[in-house]
């Protein structure tokens, strides 16, 4: 079946520490996605990427770093230069041919970070 | 800029009672309209979508959307709730003429279905 993975379900990491969240897609999907949510939030977009090697800011970049040399592959690393790690990461994939495909979304990933 | 409010973080109902849960959007353009439901620790699942044409949207599990232009609406209902709908649920725009899929999702409504 096609869908996306995120691992690991549940991430702890010490304070300092740079920390990188996976995220591989067989849906042959050209974007991809990053959203953090929080309690009473929703989601808010950290990264976006449309196509391989290319990747733009969301709305809440500062404090993450992105990479995506693989169609299928979208890391989000949460360096220690963000102040308020601790959330529920989500990402998502859609097929990128106009603004109503929708999202296909992980199971996310849970980082507590202390 | 566009942007999504849903009235209510949470909604309680009784099994078998109808469900409306609220969302009200902000668009510059012709928006294009997403519900997705959360089940507990999970990622978000599409329930239904407006694009253009019928105003009347008819999604998965008995979920159905109106799109109001003139109340720039487009509440979700259900007209019998069960135990397995509580979930929280999330309306979404879609940043217009952009030829690429960026959400503004609201903040969320949790529902509650008690027997």
């Known amino acids: 079946d096609g869908g996306i993975t995120q691992s690991p379900k549940y991430l702890f990491r010490k304070e300092g520490q740079n920390v990188t969240l996976s995220c591989e897609q067989n849906?042959?999907?050209?974007?991809m996605y990053w959203y953090r949510q929080d309690p009473g939030q929703g989601l808010r977009l950290i990264y976006y990427?449309?196509?391989?090697?290319?990747?733009q800011k969301g709305d809440i970049a500062e404090g993450y770093s992105v990479s995506r040399e693989k169609k299928e592959s979208f890391p989000l690393t949460v360096t220690s230069a963000q102040k308020n790690p601790t959330a529920f990461y989500l990402c998502?994939?859609?097929?990128?041919?106009?603004?109503?495909?929708?999202?296909?979304f992980g199971n996310g990933t849970r980082l507590t970070v202390t | 800029a566009q942007s999504v409010t849903q009235l209510g973080s949470h909604v309680s109902v009784s099994e078998g009672a109808l469900v409306l849960l609220r969302c009200n959007y902000s668009?510059?353009?012709?928006?294009?309209l997403f519900w997705y439901v959360q089940y507990p620790n999970q990622g978000l699942q599409l329930l239904l979508k407006y694009t253009t044409g019928a105003t009347l949207v008819k999604g998965i599990n008995g979920f159905e959307a109106e799109f109001k232009k003139s109340e720039t609406s487009f509440h979700l209902t259900k007209p019998s709730a069960h135990m397995s709908d509580a979930a929280e649920y999330f309306c979404?725009?879609?940043?217009?003429?952009?030829?690429?899929?960026?959400?503004?999702f609201g903040t969320g409504t949790r529902l509650l279905v008690s027997p």
């Open positions: 990427s449309q196509i391989v090697n290319d990747f």
């Open positions: 979404a725009v879609s940043l217009g003429n952009t030829g690429f899929q960026k959400l503004v």
């Open positions: 849906l042959n999907h050209d974007a």
């Open positions: 998502a994939s859609s097929s990128g041919q106009g603004n109503n495909s929708p999202l296909h």
């Open positions: 668009s510059s353009v012709p928006p294009y």
